[in-house]
């Protein structure tokens, strides 16, 4: 069955320091990729996509490339803000009528001052 | 677009009893999925609902069972509660489910 394996956490780092949380996946067919955050207290929000091979999805300075060949999905951001401080869940649908959300366990990121 | 909308936000359940969860989608918004989020994991696949009719379920037993309504509304029914299922239960809804679902912010569901 699909999966989606994310690195262990927790990832405390310094404001604009550089940021990496590494997704992998397993899927049967060629799903479409995310990048869900979760604030405390809220329910998930959508950061960034991919629908295909070698798309990249970006938003608020966060970006992921969809790598087939290395069944990867990994999140970065340049320089991180306080303001980013979260659970991030990288997660997998296949696609076909149940297009259900296949989620990693997620990784909690605490950016300092 | 008005987003989805769950209520309650907090519920407290004894062992045994039913519970009923609600869930407002964004006009549209044909697909609705339901998901249980136990603390510190990645949220789990309940069931899905397409203009009404389930095509997909989780690996969860037949207490938990779901509804769509023709005006975008869902609701989550959990008979015999047990302790384990305490957790953050989420709806989400999406047009085209390839592109994502837009998430509630979750009813947070205790059993003692």
């Known amino acids: 069955g699909d999966s989606v394996t994310q690195m262990e956490g927790p990832v405390t780092l310094s404001e604009e320091a550089f940021l990496t949380i590494n997704c992998t996946y397993t899927?049967?067919?060629?799903?479409?990729l995310f990048w869900y955050v979760q604030y405390p207290g809220e329910g998930l929000q959508l950061l960034l996509k991919?629908?295909?091979?070698?798309d990249k999805g970006s938003n608020k300075g966060f970006e992921a490339t969809y790598r087939k060949e290395t069944t990867s999905f990994h999140l970065e951001k340049g320089s991180v803000q306080v303001s980013d401080s979260a659970v991030y869940f990288c997660?997998?649908?296949?696609?076909?009528?149940?297009?259900?959300?296949?989620f990693g366990k997620g990784i909690t990121l605490s950016v300092r001052p | 677009e008005t987003g989805v909308t769950q209520s309650p936000t907090h519920l407290i359940k004894t062992r045994g009893q039913q519970v009923t969860l609600r869930c407002s989608s964004q006009?549209?918004?044909?697909?609705v999925s339901w998901y249980q989020q136990a603390l510190g994991q990645g949220p789990q696949f309940i069931f899905q609902?397409?203009?009404?009719?389930?095509?997909g379920r989780g690996n969860f037993p037949p207490r938990f069972s779901g509804l769509q309504f023709p005006n975008y509304s869902s609701e989550l029914n959990v008979n015999a509660l047990e302790l384990d299922d305490s957790a953050l239960y989420l709806c989400?809804?999406?047009?085209?489910?390839?592109?994502?679902?837009?998430f509630g912010s979750g009813t947070r569901l205790t059993v003692v």
């Open positions: 989400a809804s999406s047009m085209d489910s390839l592109w994502g679902y837009t």
């Open positions: 997660a997998l649908s296949e696609p076909g009528a149940n297009s259900k959300l296949t």
């Open positions: 006009s549209g918004h044909n697909t």
């Open positions: 609902y397409y203009r009404e009719e389930e095509n």
């Open positions: 991919a629908t295909k091979a070698d």
């Open positions: 899927a049967t067919g060629y799903p479409s």
